[in-house]
């Protein structure tokens, strides 16, 4: 098995955050996948930000203020 590493983006209400996961790829399975704790990494990064937990989500990864430019 080898395992990669990329970004995944988060989008909740008017932040983003920016992740880096890791990816596995094995070879007799669909891949690549995450492993379950890097799932619930992204989980708790979305659910920080839905809070307004800015502190803990900027623990795990970049995190981004959106602002709109028009309407």
């Known amino acids: ?5 990329t ?3 988060i ?6 955050a ?4 890791e990816l596995s790829q094995d070879d007799g399975a669909w891949g690549p996948y995450l492993s379950l704790s890097e799932a ?7 659910q920080a930000l839905k809070r307004g937990d ?8 970049r995190i981004y203020s959106l602002t709109p430019i028009a309407s």
């Open 1 to 5: 098995m080898s395992t990669s590493r």
């Open 7 to 9: 970004t995944k983006l």
């Open 11 to 16: 989008h909740e209400g008017q932040y983003a």
């Open 18 to 21: 920016e992740i880096e996961v």
């Open 40 to 46: 619930r990494k992204l989980d708790e990064v979305r």
């Open 54 to 61: 800015l502190k803990s989500a900027a623990a795990l990864g």
